[in-house]
């Protein structure tokens, strides 16, 4: 598909070099041995001039790309509220910055832990940036597990419990099983018992849920995943870009 799509865009690009508008082309309306000798005429412009077709192949890519982002900023202006006032994500950072960075996780997920402590330098250094965390477990039965006791802890003892909960799940080592979670919530001074019994609570299946559903609106499959100025940026982005962005939504703001 991509082979005749990319094909297609040379010959456009063919056609438009030699003075025919591809939207005007009818090949319907030529006799075979026009069809022949047009094909002939595209042929030998492009093995003369083999640049053309990278050139078309660039054009083409440019153009998906920016319809591709027309699409997701669409998607994110849409479903604006629930990205960033849902009432139950955990809200961090600056909770009255002038900007929200939101974030989909997975506990499990090589690239989210390579970003979180990016993250958190950039809340730190920025001061001014309002963080939202939206558990998306989609790793298999150990992420699943992760965010149902992150949510859980939210929900029995708070924000600053679930807060340093989600940092011991970034690093935490091996697989959470009863006994991990249970030693992790013990030493961070939290009642083990009650968070464990939580876990597989309606309320807690119903935040997982309602997350997971949003995250399909946006066609969001993979973490990380952020929005930032209503844009949606997939996959990891060291803290440099991050910057680069923040910036660039604050002047647009202006």
């Not at 939207?23 to 030998?44: C, I, K, N, Y």
Request: hydrophobic residues 45%.
């Amino acid at each position: 598909m991509i082979r005749l799509t990319r094909a297609a865009a040379a010959a456009a690009t063919a056609l438009a070099l030699l003075g025919a508008p591809a939207q005007a082309l009818d090949l319907s309306a030529m006799t075979p041995a026009e069809r022949d000798a047009f094909g002939e005429q595209v042929r030998a412009y492009l093995l003369a001039n083999p640049e053309v077709i990278l050139e078309a192949v660039n054009l083409l890519e440019q153009q998906q790309a920016a319809d591709e982002a027309a699409r997701d900023q669409a998607l994110v202006a849409a479903n604006l509220a629930e990205l960033e006032n849902d009432g139950y994500s955990f809200v961090g950072g600056n909770p009255e910055g002038d900007i929200t960075l939101v974030e989909f996780m997975d506990y499990r997920c090589g690239y989210c832990r390579k970003a979180a402590p990016e993250v958190a330098e950039l809340l730190a250094e920025d001061g001014n940036i309002r963080w939202v965390i939206k558990e998306f477990p989609i790793l298999g039965d150990a992420s699943v597990l992760s965010s149902r006791f992150a949510v859980a802890t939210k929900q029995i003892a708070g924000d600053d419990a679930y807060e340093d909960v989600h940092k011991a799940l970034m690093g935490l080592k091996g697989e959470p099983n009863e006994v991990a979670l249970r030693r992790l919530a013990d030493g961070l001074g939290l009642d083990a018992e009650a968070i464990l019994a939580r876990m597989d609570s309606d309320e807690v299946t119903a935040e997982l849920r309602r997350t997971r559903d949003l995250a399909q609106q946006l066609s969001i499959s993979g973490t990380p995943t952020f929005v930032l100025g209503g844009e949606l940026l997939r996959g990891y982005l060291p803290k440099d870009q991050m910057e680069i962005i923040a910036a660039e939504v604050r002047k647009n703001r202006s």
